[in-house]
């Protein structure tokens, strides 16, 4: 299974004196089973091709197929589409409407044929992955706190069965241990139910511990596309459009500058200290 994206192009209010052009030229083709980060400066673009992606927005010109199927043909069913590929907004509160968990949860299955039955079952079993109780099935999404909306918006999704799941800042404004807890079940999902995930995210240190193929956006062109370790090598060219990379990359090169001899290709806290002990076991031996 994969996303094949084909010269796909995209431009607001065309030919206005409003015009932008969002998306420019781009050609990926996302996995099935892959982790993919996708950073990029406000407006680079991220959130506009991941709209794509499902079918919300429609490309300007190109062309997107979804398990070789264009998405696009005449007859293309764009609802079975997002049943597939399920995208999770950076607000929760743009898909949470129901009067409690348990039936907002639901309305995606129901919508898809399934009976009540059926529906509660799947919205149980979702609810479970992320680790929402069932002392919260019966509350009002709207009485939560940000890292259950959060939870439960995904909920919401995963009860769709979706192979590919995009997530747009699912940590926006949580509280370091709600970010950490959240991305935890993202990690988890992936890993126990072999999901494709798409994580938008600003935060360089948490793409960098979690996913396994990062695509840099900068005005509207995928400018880089590789491991982490690939795409923070560039971390002067990612300055140089309002990025950046991990502190440890900046440690390990500030550390590599004054001799030490360590590898700066480390992207997490626990490969930098690996790396600094490996060093220093070598000098204690000499």
Do not use: W
């Not at 370091?176 to 999902?189: A, F, H, S, T, V």
């Not at 062109?221 to 060219?237: L, N, R």
């Amino acid at each position: 299974m994969s996303i094949k994206l084909e010269n796909v192009n995209f431009t607001y209010s065309p030919t206005t004196a409003y015009e932008i052009h969002a998306l420019k030229n781009i050609n990926l083709e996302i996995r099935d089973g892959e982790f993919i980060g996708l950073i990029g400066h406000t407006g680079s673009g991220k959130s506009t091709l991941v709209q794509h992606l499902n079918g919300l927005m429609k490309a300007t010109s190109g062309t997107i197929y979804y398990n070789g199927e264009n998405i696009y043909a005449e007859g293309y069913s764009m609802k079975d589409l997002r049943s597939k590929v399920g995208l999770v907004f950076q607000y929760p509160e743009h898909q949470l409407f129901e009067v409690d968990v348990l039936a907002d949860v639901c309305f995606g299955p129901k919508n898809q044929g399934l009976s009540k039955e059926e529906a509660e079952e799947r919205a149980k079993r979702a609810l479970s992955m992320v680790g929402l109780r069932e002392k919260y099935y019966k509350q009002s999404p709207f009485e939560l706190s940000g890292g259950q909306k959060r939870r439960v918006a995904i909920a919401g999704v995963l009860a769709m069965e979706p192979d590919v799941l995009i997530l747009d800042e699912p940590t926006a404004g949580l509280d370091p241990k709600g970010r950490d807890e959240i991305l935890e079940q993202i990690k988890k999902l992936h890993e126990e139910n072999h999901i494709t995930i798409i994580l938008v995210s600003h935060s360089m240190e948490d793409v960098a511990k979690y996913v396994g193929r990062i695509i840099v956006m900068n005005q509207g062109e995928a400018m880089f596309d590789g491991t982490p370790k690939e795409v923070f090598s560039h971390y002067k060219e990612l300055e140089q459009v309002g990025l950046a990379a991990p502190q440890v990359t900046y440690i390990m090169n500030a550390l590599a500058e004054k001799g030490f001899g360590v590898s700066t290709d480390a992207t997490t806290i626990e490969e930098a200290t690996e790396e600094i002990f490996r060093v220093y076991q070598k000098r204690q031996v000499r």
